[in-house]
């Protein structure tokens, strides 16, 4: 299990709350939504895509994890980083990592270190590879500057279902 | 007076039960669906950020909430003959096409099986039987005595996420058929909870309370057997010409008598191991090394090579043709007696 601490909390966290629940302790606002994408084609044969509430989920689908931090504080917040573990059944979809203002890494070992995803390297059957999209366990968005007083950051991935 | 008709017999086998299964076992691992079942239905996968952060120089960290998401059913079925083009001659009846029937959803679901042998394209429409669908209970490959008559809406299949079963499908063929003419059937497996556009929802009609969607199949998968026929069918003709000790051709004692058999197979199918038999006909005395196969001569022993004259019962010319096709074109076995 990739985040075996918080087991108790995240417990009592699912039966109280809808999807998306802000934890307030203080000076962040820290919101993560799940999410997926609904395509529509309207009688003008535009494609209109929206994201919808992750309900109906089933193997290969692709789903949306937003993490939304608002600093509700009256003091900037420096040295800002925002983990999310990729969960399990969920492939990280390459490339589908989006942070303004933040740098992006990856972890292939449980979320022990970080690199950029082109400098990840995996072992597999004894030799050494470059790590894929799938190999990722954590990603990592490391804010550039201060979240200011009634600033906020934004940071997205999607995964596949497997 | 001789027989100039002396028995010929050349015997030939359809393709046998080993190499139909080697066929379907190689179908089967050519054809393993891309997508497997995936995350069992139910399944329910949290997920929370957590943020690290210094406040007027004071780490600190704080997680978000916990995001969930319920893992719903998607149903999706393939269906894949596994028989290789099945030959058969008019009025054959329950001739069986054997096919695998794969839950590729990641629930488990009921599937229901029919068969279509009107088709459009072939040569003609292959009659479905009576009770034209079975499972093939024995694994036999064909259809047999074990096999489980299935009748729809009594005994659909259940099929956990990435589970099979094999299905076989039963036709009759009409009298009218000819040689060579293809007649198509299928076999399809439905979704019993509903099939329809990719992406079509369910809603609550999924394992354990959860929404049914469909996937790429559209929760229907068909596939599509072929019987041709065509029981192989040998032209045999011998022939005998005679030259005397005299220059002559008249068939006195001391003549020698040259038997021409050419063996030719014209239509379509194998004659699997086709081996050719003549025995050495009354009265008359074998030429030692006499028999030659398309003029290559053969020895009179068993070794290697494609023939010998057997003298273990009555002296009889042995040829073994191997598998005999159209392709091969005319066989031509010669062979030498004089007459006693």
């Known amino acids: 299990m990739k985040i075996p601490h918080l087991y108790g909390f995240a417990f009592l966290l699912f039966f109280s709350a809808a999807n998306a629940i802000s934890q307030e302790q203080g000076h962040l606002n820290v919101t993560t939504l799940v999410q997926m994408e609904e395509v529509s084609v309207g009688d003008d044969g535009d494609r209109q895509t929206r994201l919808i509430p992750a309900d109906t989920v089933v193997p290969g689908d692709v789903v949306i994890y937003t993490t939304t931090v608002e600093n509700i504080s009256d003091e900037g917040a420096d040295n800002v980083v925002v983990t999310s573990p990729v969960p399990e059944h969920l492939s990280y979809v390459g490339g589908s990592a989006f942070a303004p203002g933040m740098a992006i890494e990856f972890s292939v070992d449980g979320g022990a270190s970080y690199a950029a995803a082109d400098a990840l390297m995996v072992d597999e059957d004894g030799q050494t590879r470059a790590a894929s999209a799938e190999d990722f366990t954590h990603i990592r968005f490391v804010m550039q500057g201060e979240l200011a007083a009634g600033a906020q950051g934004i940071a997205r991935f999607s995964a596949r279902l497997d | 007076m001789l027989d100039k008709t002396a028995q010929s017999a050349v015997r030939g086998h359809r393709p046998g039960r080993i190499s139909r299964l080697v066929s379907a076992l190689l179908m089967m691992a050519l054809s393993s669906p891309a997508l497997s079942a995936g995350t069992a239905v139910g399944t329910v996968i949290n997920n929370m950020a957590q943020v690290n952060f210094e406040i007027a120089g004071t780490p600190t960290s704080q997680n978000s909430n916990v995001s969930s998401i319920t893992v719903q059913e998607r149903i999706d079925v393939v269906v894949v003959l596994q028989s290789p083009q099945v030959q058969v001659a008019a009025n054959d009846t329950d001739r069986a096409l054997l096919f695998t029937v794969t839950n590729t959803g990641n629930g488990t679901e009921t599937f229901q099986l029919t068969i279509n042998s009107i088709i459009g394209g072939d040569d003609f429409d292959p009659v479905p039987s009576t009770t034209p669908i079975y499972f093939d209970s024995d694994s036999s490959g064909d259809f047999s005595v074990g096999d489980t008559a299935y009748a729809l809406g009594v005994n659909d299949p259940l099929l956990a ?180």
């Open chain 2, 161 to 340: 996420a990435d589970a099979s079963v094999d299905v076989l499908i039963l036709n009759d063929i009409p009298g009218f058929v000819v040689n060579g003419q293809i007649g198509r059937s299928e076999l399809t497996a439905n979704s019993a909870t509903g099939t329809g556009a990719p992406g079509d929802t369910f809603v609550g009609q999924g394992d354990a309370g959860t929404d049914a969607v469909l996937g790429g199949t559209g929760g229907t998968g068909t596939d599509t057997g072929e019987y041709i026929v065509g029981d192989v069918q040998i032209n045999i003709l011998k022939s005998v010409s005679v030259l005397n000790q005299f220059g002559g051709t008249e068939p006195i004692p001391g003549a020698t008598l040259t038997y021409t058999v050419t063996v030719e197979v014209t239509n379509a199918g194998t004659a699997t191991n086709a081996t050719f038999n003549d025995p050495i006909p009354a009265d008359t005395t074998y030429v030692p090394g006499s028999i030659t196969l398309n003029t290559l001569a053969l020895t009179d022993v068993i070794d290697l090579d494609a023939g010998e004259l057997d003298t273990s019962g009555a002296p009889t010319v042995v040829v073994r043709l191997g598998n005999l096709t159209q392709a091969d074109g005319v066989q031509t076995v010669v062979f030498q007696v004089t007459i006693d």
